[in-house]
């Protein structure tokens, strides 16, 4: 593994609250990429496997489901889809930058907090919210176990590289997720 920050793994629950739990460690680690004593080098690392990982996985296995079980509409799909390539593209301007101690870098972590906290409030709003409602637990607990095998793997797979940020959000601009300019 490639951070000595520990990401858990989880290997099965109730999607929704795996979700939310890793929502939580978005935040503590963009709050570590920050802090002014911090091992920010390793929370960066951490984020951003834990990123990657976390939003292919509901890319590819939760917002699917969800859709075919009319929980979710198309659009929010999408837009997910959208908030994801926003954030992963706020990454890489984080990654990009050597060194976390210039005024450069906080500047690129500001953004970054800003592009993933909205994502993570419309989330929990808009898709997790109907997941719990309009989904049985079954389907949840079955969600859940494809969640963590999907997350568990690409983390191991060490994800979150800045080669692999930088493909996956190539990728976003050519699909026309991205604004190129
Ligand atoms: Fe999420
Ligand atoms: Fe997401």
Partial sequence: MSTPIDLGRPVAGDVVDLILEDHRR?????????GPHADRESARRAFSALHVA????????????????????????????????EGNEALLGVLEIKGTDTQAYEDAVEKLTAAV????????????????????????DNLGEAFCASRNKLIDDDCGTLEKVRRIVGRAERKGILDTD
């Avoid at 939003?55 to 979710?72: D, N």
């Fill in 117 to 140: 906290s909205h994502h993570l409030a419309e989330e929990e709003l808009s898709i997790l919210t109907p997941a719990r409602t309009n989904v049985t637990s079954r389907v949840r």
């Fill in 54 to 85: 976390h939003a292919l996985t509901e890319e590819e296995h939760v917002y699917p489901v969800l859709r075919t079980k009319r929980a979710i509409s198309e659009h929010d799909a999408e837009h997910g889809e959208e908030e994801h390539a």
């Fill in 26 to 34: 978005f935040e503590g680690l963009l709050r570590t990429m920050r």
